[in-house]
């Protein structure tokens, strides 16, 4: 199953979820974050939910719902760098709160003794991938437009 990965600059690619034990994952959804990521926090972007109609509530179906990780400590880096689709998702805009850093869209199931990450079902995966590249290819004409202007 299929994860996707948003950059800062608003690259969206897609990676296989990894394979291993949890502490294999987590460091492999570590390194995938990057910008020695230590830590993944899971965020529950309220316009991932509302407006683009992806499920937050996991079920024992792999992949159904849809989670979004973030670095937890990416505000204390040195070189903070906000991700755009991530703090439009997160509605910064409203808090003033944002995401810092490369961010990952991952499932989410029931399994065993509670919730745990898994890769996205193929439905998600593709409908997400292309509301991201959409983001992505609007973000990026109107950065492109601000530096004509100057």
């Given amino acids: ?5 948003v950059t800062t600059d608003n690259k969206v690619t897609a990676h296989d979820y990894p394979e291993g034990d949890f502490s294999r994952q987590n460091t ?3 390194e995938l974050i990057g910008n020695g990521c230590e830590l993944v926090e899971r965020v529950h972007p309220k316009r991932l939910y509302e407006k683009l109609k992806f499920s937050c509530q996991p079920t ?13 400590e990416g ?17 910064t805009d409203k808090h003033g709160y944002i995401i810092a850093g490369n961010i990952l869209f991952v499932g989410e199931q029931i399994a065993g003794d509670g ?35 100057r």
């Avoid at 199953?1 to 990965?5: D, F, G, P």
């Avoid at 505000?75 to 509605?91: Q, R, T």
């Fill in 60 to 72: 024992m179906n792999e992949g159904e719902s849809v989670s979004m990780l973030v670095d937890e």
């Fill in 115 to 149: 919730i745990s990450y898994c890769g996205l079902s193929d439905i998600n995966f593709n409908r997400l991938k292309t509301c991201l590249e959409q983001m992505a290819s609007i973000l990026n004409e109107e950065v492109q437009i601000c530096l004509e202007l």
């Fill in 75 to 91: 505000l204390l880096k040195d070189d903070v760098i906000v991700n755009p689709i991530g703090s439009f998702l997160y509605e």
């Fill in 28 to 30: 492999a959804l570590s």
């Fill in 1 to 5: 199953m299929k994860i996707i990965r």
